[in-house]
Structure formats: structure tokens, C-alpha cells
């Protein structure tokens, strides 16, 4: 028998779910009618203008069935959350190819050219968005949350606003510009305010679901899409695969936070970057041939040889993209680390086989990787979690300009590269040791080491040691301070080719490579 109390909080509930029918909102759904028959019949009531969660990173774990059933349908005006703007022929690139976007709000758009040639154009809304923060922003629609607090953007235009949302036809006036965060500081130190999405349906992919609704995601696959569950009025999820029951320790996120499943009549496994030890090797041989191409290669694998000797035995790392994700090839039979990624993969290894290629598994800058023995997978979430909460040692980061002051930028060249900040702006505000691996100087010879940087900003003071093709860098009131220089190199032509203030230590050493280059090669094998 009911008692009073139990009698009240049934009628609160149920007066909360009749207003959130009426407002709109997602109701309760039961198991009984979870089941759809196609991804068509999953996205009948979409309409012009909603607002669409989408999870997936790069072209993993993206719901591409639900997508076409959107471009099949024929609506437009839509408004998209999502890490990606997609790739120009696949996935949101399909919707973008046929204007049915008005609004991105994503993290990185750097891979689709129909997207920036419509961004310049004046055609679409972009709302950049730092990874990290775009997770828990889709998280804290799905937990009830009125408002967080982050440290990602902080003394940069994520915080200061200002930035060009919207452009006018001739790609040169602006319409629209981003709106500042207000700044609270809690203990010392600052934060950003930032708000939830509003949503109105989410669609993400998983590879497994029974009929309750229970979740199963596959390497990194999972990314996004377990954070988006939840979020809006209703989640729709595409699996390959549809069981009875999933074994309950089996169960990566329970049914209660999905509405609609529908089975995949598609499964592309589509790869954007496809990378392998033996392609590598013959890429290496190539070049043998061609002296610029040479350089290159051995400029880039010079920084990431020396950035190895910043591990030690049992650290966990975050590798960034660019030169940093060529560490994980070069760190093998060297040290036992852990190198995770910002896309939830914690003990990456090298490039695979062609043999051992697995869609379903990339590092942070889309190529095929192998799995360390040892390893796993996480959410977006989760995985900045690690960061921001000091669970890693150390964030290895790619770089455009690197101030004598340690500021950072490194995600968009105004006028020339519209990229995004992607988990930039999350790994390097959460005070966890920073390296900067990148080239010295840009095209013609331009120093990349500046008294200030002159392109918008991905954190100031940021930088703890900067490696670079001539020398490693440490800062300190002054300046930099050059630590050590590359054997082929002198102090006159690292002072030449940098602008900021520079000291040279007393102690200066010469970096060791213990084994140089081509003979690198050789590990491939």
C-alpha cells in the first residue's frame, strides 16, 4: 500500500512529464517501441529547423544511414552539434553538398572544403566550439545541468568573443560574431561560464544494441556518441547489429537514454587517413629521390625523435595531431608509456599492418593506429576528463606560432586556414606539462618563434618547453632559453631564425638522436 509521501511523488512526476509533452521534451519510452524498421521511419517527424545532436570523430562512429535518411527527406534550415563538419562527399558532407545546414556548432571543420567554401561564402552560421567543452556542454543536456565550468578558452576569443560567425557574401565582411563567456573564479583560479545545448534529437552510432535499448560501442567508435545519448527529445541510434539481451557487464550505456534503434543497411567502414608501417617505409624510400620531400620527412621525424626523450616509464601522455602523433611510431622498445588520445583511446600504438587496419580504430588525427596490450577506450568526456583532471603527465601539441611568453596558437590562420581549435584549447589549460613539438620556421623562412603571436590564440602561458628541427626551448621571466641545439646546427642560425627574445643556457648541450632517421625505418618491419 501507497503512503502519503509515495502518492505525492507519483503525482510530481507525472505532472513533470505532462509538462515536458506539452513544452516539447522527450517523454519516457518504453522497451516495446524502441525497434524501428529503418532509419526512414527513425526520422519521420524531423522538420525544417530542429536542432540535431551527431556523434562520431572523423568519419568513425558516424550514424550514416540516419544522415541520408535526412538528405532523402529533404529538410533544410537545419542546426548541427557535432565534433565535425564531416568530410565533403560522406556523412554531414552529403547534408552541406545539398544546403540543408544554416548552423555548425562543432569543434574542428578543417577536412570538408564544402563546408569552408560555404563558411567564406557567407552561407553558414559556425559556432567553434573546444572539444572538451562541447562534450560536456551534449553531456550536461543529458544530465539536467543548468551551467558548467571550464578552463578551455581562457585569454583567448573563446572567452573574449569576437569571432566570426557569420560571414557576408564577399568573405571578407563579418555578420555575426561569437559572444564572450562571463568568468567566475572559484579557489584561484578562472573559469568559463558555458550552457548546455538545446537540442531536439540526437543520432548516434553504436555497434550493438538489444531490445531494450542497451549499448555496446566499438573502439573508437565509441567517441562521442555515449555523451550525446540522452540529449533532446528524442536519441536515435543506428547499430549493426540487433540482439535479444546484452549481457548486463556487457552494457556500455543503459537503454533508458534511447528512444529509437534501427539496424544499419550500410556499413561503409569508410577510412579518412590511411596509414600503414610498410606505406610509411616505401614513402620513406621515395623521398630518397626527392630532396625537398626529404627534408621534410626528416625535419618532422627529427622533433618527434627528440620529443620522445620528454617520456619516462610509466607516464600517460596525450598526443596531439601533427608531429606529435609520429611519437607513437618512434616510441617502441624505448620506454613503456601509455599514449592516449583525445578521441578515448588510451595505449595507442604504432601504424598498423595492412593486415592489422581497423576502421573502427584511429588516433586523434584520423589515421589507422594499432592497440598496445594493455589499452582501452573511453567517451569524449571521460577522455578530457583524464586531462582536466591531472590523470595524464603530459600533453604533446603541434604549434603555428609559439610567443617568447609561452602563448600558443595553433588552430587557425585567418584568411588562409579555417581549422578549428579541436581539444587544443582542453589540453593545454588544464596545467599539465605542455610540449610543443613543431617546424622552426614557416614558408620563406619566417620564424614561427615570435615576441607575440599574431594569429588568434589557444592559450597563454601555456607552453612548458617548446622542441623545434633546431633546438629545445624552455622559458622562464625573460624569455626562451635554448637548452640544447641540433648537431647541425649553430647558435647563430637558431638566433637568425627566431624573433623572440632569446638566451642561451650556459649549460647548452647538444640533443642526442642515439639513432638518426631512415635507420628508423627499420622498426616498421
Partial sequence: TWGIQEKEMLLRVLRRVTANQRAGIKAFSTSANKIY?????????????????????????????????LVQKGIKNLKIVSNIAGI???????????????????????????????????????????????????????????????KAGLGTCVEEGGFPIKLGKDGKSVVKVSRPRPKYNFGG?????????????????????????????????????????????????????????????????????????????????????????????????????????????IMRNKIAKRAVQELSEGMYCNLGVGIPVLVANQIIGKVDVDLQGENGIIGMGQYPLPHEVDADLINAGKETITEKIGH??????????????????????????????????????????V????????????????????????????SKVIPECTIPLTGKGVVSRLITNLGVFDFDEEGLVLMEIDPDTTVEEVKKSTTAKLKISPNLKKIKYEQFLLQLYSLYH
Fill in 419 to 446: 581549422k578549428g581549435m579541436g581539444g587544443a584549447m582542453d589540453l593545454v589549460s588544464c596545467g599539465s606539462k605542455v610540449i610543443v613539438a613543431m617546424e622552426h620556421t614557416g614558408p620563406g623562412g619566417v
Fill in 88 to 150: 565533403g562527399d560522406w556523412g554531414i558532407g552529403w547534408l552541406l553538398q545539398r544546403r540543408q545546414v544554416s548552423e555548425m556548432n562543432a569543434s574542428y571543420v578543417g577536412e570538408n572544403p564544402v563546408f569552408e567554401k560555404q563558411y567564406m561564402e557567407g552561407e553558414i552560421i559556425l559556432n567553434l566550439i573546444p572539444q572538451g567543452s562541447l562534450a560536456e556542454r551534449i553531456r550536461a543536456n543529458v544530465a539536467g545541468l543548468g551551467a558548467l565550468f571550464v
Fill in 37 to 69: 524498421p529503418s532509419a526512414d521511419e527513425a526520422v519521420k517527424d524531423f522538420k525544417d529547423g530542429c536542432t540535431i545532436a551527431m556523434g562520431g570523430f572523423g568519419v568513425v562512429g558516424i550514424p550514416e544511414n540516419g544522415v541520408w535518411a
Fill in 376 to 417: 582501452s577506450h573511453s567517451c569524449s568526456s571521460a577522455a578530457f576528463g583524464m586531462m582536466r583532471g591531472l590523470h595524464l603527465h603530459m600533453t604533446m601539441i603541434g604549434g603555428f606560432q609559439v610567443s617568447e611568453k609561452g602563448d600558443l596558437a595553433n588552430w587557425i590562420i585567418p584568411g588562409a586556414k
Fill in 189 to 297: 583560479r578562472d573559469y568559463l561560464l558555458e550552457e548546455p545545448f538545446e537540442v531536439d534529437y540526437t543520432m548516434i552510432k553504436a555497434y550493438k544494441a538489444d531490445r531494450n535499448g542497451n549499448l555496446r560501442f566499438r573502439k573508437t567508435a565509441r567517441n562521442f556518441n555515449p555523451d550525446m545519448a540522452g540529449a533532446g527529445k528524442a536519441t536515435l541510434v543506428e547499430v549493426e547489429q540487433i540482439v535479444d539481451e546484452l549481457p548486463p557487464d556487457q552494457i556500455h550505456y543503459p537503454g533508458c537514454f534511447v528512444n529509437r534503434i534501427y539496424k544499419a543497411a550500410t556499413i561503409s567502414r569508410k577510412i579518412e587517413r590511411l596509414k600503414t608501417r610498410q606505406e610509411i617505409a616505401s614513402t620513406s624510400a621515395k623521398n630518397t629521390t626527392s630532396p625537398q620531400l626529404k627534408k621534410a620527412d
